[in-house]
């Protein structure tokens, strides 16, 4: 099982949301925007108001930052052993970003999908074109940063990256950044709060 979830769905107990639990159909989210912007720290909160919604577990072959659990936080796969999941036609789209590669494994968000489970995938710019190819249906989501200068200074201060890969990120934030448009909403991240409710409403709208 490489989808997570904090709770069963029977243990919801939700106020504003759309009944998750009755039969529906599944709905794959995917959730982009440069490393540092507070991507994790906003689904963190998203699912811990929302914990029906499942949070896919890529692969990479980044090493683990301090704190980082394999199999939670990701698979923390060799170079090789991302190549035969590649070869084998296991990922659903993978790239390569600041000098790692990283993929979303196919079957246990295919196996949530059906399940009528609404899947999220946190992945970069180009997972998310090619996931706009396979699935047109998905919900493209991008946050932005305030401005250049507040991603540096989250970053550095998030105090988990080496200098070079701290500048590595910010050279992919800005094509990335130019990219914004691309998606279906763009969310920025200043008040965390605000960009939460903004992330709610894009999710449930519908
Ligand atoms: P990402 O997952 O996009 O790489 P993180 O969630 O790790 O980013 O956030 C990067 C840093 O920015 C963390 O230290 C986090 O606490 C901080 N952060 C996230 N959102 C905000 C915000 N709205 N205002 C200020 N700091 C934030
Ligand atoms: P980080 O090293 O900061 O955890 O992630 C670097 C970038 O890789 C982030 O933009 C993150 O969203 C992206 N990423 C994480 N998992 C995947 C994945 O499975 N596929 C793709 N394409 N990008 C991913």
Not at 18 to 38: Q, W
Not at 132 to 142: G, Y
């Amino acid at each position: 099982m490489t989808v997570s979830s904090t709770a069963p769905l029977n243990t919801l107990s939700l106020d504003k949301t759309p009944d998750l639990t009755a039969p529906r159909l599944g709905r794959l989210i995917v959730f982009t925007g440069p490393s540092g912007v507070g991507k994790g720290t906003l689904l963190r909160s998203l699912r811990h108001r929302y914990p029906m919604l499942k949070l896919s577990v890529s692969a990479t072959t980044r090493a683990p930052r301090p704190g980082e659990v394999d199999g939670q936080d990701y698979f923390f796969v060799s170079r090789e052993a991302f190549q035969e999941m590649v070869a084998r036609g296991e990922l659903l789209e993978w790239a390569e970003f600041a000098g790692n590669l990283y993929g979303t494994p196919k079957a246990p968000v295919l196996r949530e999908i059906e399940a009528g489970h609404w899947v999220i995938l946190e992945i970069e710019l180009e997972g998310a074109r090619q996931v706009r190819e396979t699935f047109p249906d998905a919900l493209q989501l991008f946050v932005l940063p305030p401005s250049i200068e507040e991603l540096e200074s989250r970053i550095r201060l998030r105090g988990k990256d080496a200098d070079d890969a701290i500048e590595r990120r910010l050279q992919r934030a800005r094509v990335e950044i130019d990219a914004a448009s691309e998606f279906d909403e763009q969310i920025v991240n200043d008040d965390l709060e605000v960009a939460l409710e903004h992330l709610e409403n894009a999710i449930f709208k519908d």
